[in-house]
């Protein structure tokens, strides 16, 4: 089997697609399929050290340049493929479908519309609010956008029951959505990572720093807990925005922004973590709170989404309602003090992530391509 795989991140970014996509690529190349990536990337030149070929894509190009570039790459490294595999730049992919033809799976881990919306200040609704509710054409425009290219795909792929759900909602075939969780592997680390001398707790979040991850509640918080300081690792647009707030509360010193690092440094500054907290306004299946959980970190995460599916709260972490600073403050709280209600969080978790297993997750997928590729 050829499989082309289309991606809109991939390492040195970091991020849920920039860790599984690499992930589940070498698992299908090792099993005997023939891989290529499209991705786009800020670095053409980055030295890829794999066992499939990536082909990459100037992110910064002008965007219509860009977009045009996407497409004629797609079409000119799939005419050899068996089947599309798209993780992200689903428009692009989905008009180069229209002159290849070929099997397309989609993996659906978020709602494109909402999300652009969100990001935009054009509403403030959440998720589920966002499905059943009319807005302006604009927004409407991305609905139809969305589902349209969510439709062309052959079968899709979601992380969570949650997920699956919302999809539903689009008016897409529930026989045509896989609920395929994603799995846990062996974690590896950048020892070199130095951290100034801290006599208190250390807490981290990892993640795209864009407005639904709500990290300026977290940064609020920390300033009212004199004994804890925060790790940020990733960038994106809020950065300058958190940047400003934290030295408007005067926190500077207790804040550490790392910036975009590789993978094994964003996990080696988690593991040397006393707590991981995830404060988004929607998640479907963040991969990085099973990271957490793998490693015997205690985490704290908002009641949205498939993030109810990974905390049981009270037993492998503590859940909060999103946007409730109030209810933050305590939770973080609770943990500083109870040392004991820590290490059954831990112990419970470590459990619970063994059921996310890699080899099941592959052979999941794969199910999914000769289902599609065997589909009349």
Same mark, same amino acid.
């Given at each position: 089997? $050829?499989?082309?795989?289309?991606?809109?991140?991939?390492?040195?970014? #970091?991020?849920?697609?920039?860790?599984?996509?690499?992930?589940?690529?070498?698992?299908?190349?090792?099993?005997?399929?023939?891989?290529?990536?499209?991705?786009?990337?800020?670095?053409?030149?980055?030295? *890829?050290?794999?066992?499939?070929?990536?082909?990459?894509?100037?992110? +910064?190009?002008?965007?219509?340049?860009?977009?045009?570039?996407?497409?004629?790459?797609?079409?000119?490294?799939?005419?050899?493929?068996?089947?599309?595999?798209?993780?992200?730049?689903?428009?692009?992919?989905?008009?180069?479908?229209?002159?290849?033809?070929?099997?397309?799976?989609?993996?659906?881990?978020?709602?494109?519309?909402?999300?652009?919306?969100?990001? +935009?200040? /054009?509403? *403030?609704?959440?998720?589920?609010?966002?499905?059943?509710?009319?807005?302006?054409?604009?927004?409407?425009?991305?609905?139809?956008?969305?589902?349209?290219?969510?439709?062309?795909?052959?079968?899709?792929?979601?992380?969570?029951?949650?997920?699956?759900?919302?999809?539903?909602? /689009?008016?897409? *075939?529930?026989?045509?959505?896989?609920?395929?969780?994603?799995?846990?592997?062996?974690?590896?680390?950048?020892?070199?990572?130095?951290?100034?001398?801290?006599?208190?707790?250390?807490? #981290?979040?990892?993640?795209?720093?864009?407005?639904?991850?709500?990290?300026?509640?977290?940064?609020?918080? #920390?300033?009212?807990?004199?004994?804890?300081?925060?790790?940020?690792?990733?960038?994106?647009?809020?950065?300058?925005?958190?940047?400003?707030?934290?030295?408007?509360?005067?926190?500077?010193?207790?804040?550490?922004?790392?910036?975009?690092?590789?993978?094994? $440094?964003?996990?080696?500054?988690?593991?040397?973590?006393?707590?991981?907290?995830?404060?988004?306004?929607?998640?479907?299946?963040?991969?990085?709170?099973?990271?957490?959980?793998?490693?015997?970190?205690?985490?704290?995460?908002?009641?949205?989404?498939?993030?109810?599916?990974?905390?049981?709260?009270?037993?492998?972490?503590?859940?909060?309602?999103?946007?409730?600073?109030?209810?933050?403050?305590?939770?973080?709280?609770?943990?500083?003090?109870?040392?004991?209600?820590?290490?059954?969080?831990?112990?419970?978790?470590?459990?619970?992530?063994?059921?996310?297993?890699?080899?099941?997750? #592959?052979?999941?997928?794969? +199910?999914?391509?000769?289902?599609?590729?065997?589909?009349?």
């Amino acid at each position: 089997m $050829k499989v082309l795989i289309i991606t809109g991140v991939f390492p040195p970014d #970091i991020g849920g697609p920039a860790s599984y996509v690499p992930k589940i690529s070498e698992e299908i190349a090792k099993r005997g399929q023939r891989v290529t990536i499209i991705t786009l990337s800020d670095v053409p030149s980055y030295n *890829d050290n794999y066992n499939f070929d990536v082909v990459r894509i100037p992110r +910064k190009s002008f965007k219509p340049i860009r977009f045009l570039k996407t497409i004629l790459a797609i079409v000119r490294h799939c005419i050899r493929a068996d089947l599309l595999f798209v993780n992200g730049l689903a428009l692009e992919a989905t008009i180069a479908n229209y002159f290849l033809r070929k099997p397309l799976v989609q993996k659906v881990v978020g709602d494109f519309a909402w999300e652009r919306a969100s990001n +935009k200040g /054009w509403m *403030d609704d959440n998720l589920e609010e966002f499905q059943r509710k009319r807005y302006s054409l604009k927004i409407e425009a991305l609905k139809k956008l969305r589902s349209f290219w969510v439709r062309k795909s052959n079968l899709i792929i979601v992380p969570s029951l949650y997920m699956r759900k919302i999809v539903k909602e /689009w008016g897409i *075939d529930e026989s045509k959505i896989t609920v395929i969780n994603n799995s846990l592997d062996e974690l590896s680390y950048d020892n070199s990572i130095e951290l100034p001398e801290f006599n208190g707790f250390t807490m #981290i979040t990892i993640g795209r720093l864009i407005s639904l991850k709500k990290i300026d509640t977290l940064i609020r918080a #920390i300033a009212e807990l004199p004994n804890c300081r925060l790790i940020i690792v990733g960038d994106g647009p809020e950065e300058q925005n958190l940047k400003n707030i934290t030295r408007e509360l005067g926190i500077n010193s207790r804040v550490i922004f790392t910036g975009r690092v590789p993978r094994k $440094k964003a996990l080696s500054y988690l593991k040397s973590a006393d707590l991981f907290i995830q404060t988004s306004i929607h998640e479907t299946f963040p991969h990085v709170i099973l990271e957490a959980m793998q490693i015997g970190v205690p985490v704290i995460a908002t009641k949205v989404g498939g993030i109810t599916e990974i905390v049981d709260d009270a037993v492998t972490g503590l859940l909060v309602e999103p946007n409730n600073n109030e209810q933050l403050k305590e939770a973080l709280e609770l943990l500083i003090k109870g040392e004991e209600l820590r290490n059954k969080l831990v112990n419970n978790a470590k459990e619970k992530v063994k059921k996310f297993s890699l080899n099941i997750m #592959i052979e999941e997928i794969l +199910k999914v391509f000769e289902k599609t590729l065997n589909s009349p």
